[in-house]
């Protein structure tokens, strides 16, 4: 929620359990119905960010879909999860027969608790920087980026050790062929990379601009890692750099390699297209005194996204361009104080218009957190837990608020007697 004076607090509001099927219709009924329960003012809301689920974004019987239709909701933005949307832009690496193969004898070695025994001692014995290999998880956002980096330091380890295991002596050819270890180098740069721009989008109080921001970089590093590649240049690939230099190479194919970079390009930009009508406007908000402001072309853009009357936002952004005073006494910004500064009276549907981006979230992150903290705190010991119970427990772990406690201690009365 968004404050008059421009300020924002993430909280979670409660979590509704589904019980039975999980449709979108079923996910509307139980919401419709906190929301009766609550008195919850939907005339307020702004945006409906969703993890790209059929129950949710179904054309028409997903739960937006139905939102759209009931006469309880304005008109509001829909759009898919930058996070969930960049992980799915990761996916589109093909590399399959890489992933396979590390994948098999991670799980060879952590499946056998005597296999992993002589491993873990092997790797002490080595004085190894790591005392165990990570097994992969496709759901989690940072499981690949993090197994393949860890598969690659323990390699000289992973070939003693099979060395001296009969049964996987002849098995996996793969830890000898030079284009398969360059190939692994290639995707364990490759996937860090993604994982770097995963962080950066994870996080409380990310602002969708800064969130754009961040894909917008790094669509422009791919774009750099292609002419690079081009050019027989991996100075942007450290492993694969590394890699070639140990097999004594100095120039390799790199068509390849320059392939998948421009998938993962075009994926990038098939994506986000739910962000296109949005990014202009944040730009503009975030720096509205630029030269290159077209009055024409941004106060229709700011009045189609938040149901504002065009003509009136025109005349306010003229005024606020020719604002000697407050272009002097601030610094422009959407999260920033420079819109608490304009006058309701003389700038209200500028006001909103910031008023309504900085409401909006760019991710699901927090409730993915949310449901972190679920998972821990309704494990199998827990099994007569409640439904109010665990939303109390929920607000215990999510809630940024901290009691004071030295003034509660005060306010109560000590026995004496004890």
Known sequence: MVFHNMTAKEEILTILPLKGHTRGSDVFDTFMEFVSKSHLPLFKLTSITTDGAPSMVGHTAGFVALCKQSESFP?????????????????????????????????????????????????????????DLLLHTDVRWLSRGKFLERFLELLPEIKEFLKHTTTHAAAYTQLEDGQWLADLAFLTDVTNKINDLNLELQGKGKHIANMISSVNTFKTKLRLLVRRLQQCDVRNFPHLEAELRRQGKDSVELARYEQQIQNILLEFERRFTDFASIEPVAQFLCFPFGENVDVDCIAPKVATLFSLDSSAVENEILTLQNDIEIKCRATPGITGEFWNLLLEEKYSNLRQCALNMTSLFGSTYLCESAFSHMKIIKSKYRTTLTDDHLAACLRLALNSYCPDYEKLAASSQCQKSH
């Open 75 to 131: 008109d509001f933005l829909n759009y898919h999860c930058i996070i969930h949307q960049q992980g799915l832009c990761g996916k589109i690496l093909n590399m399959k027969d890489i992933m396979d193969v590390a994948i098999k004898i991670a799980c060879s070695f952590r499946a056998r608790s005597l296999q992993r025994r002589l491993f873990r001692a092997q790797l002490e014995e080595a004085g190894a920087d790591h005392t």
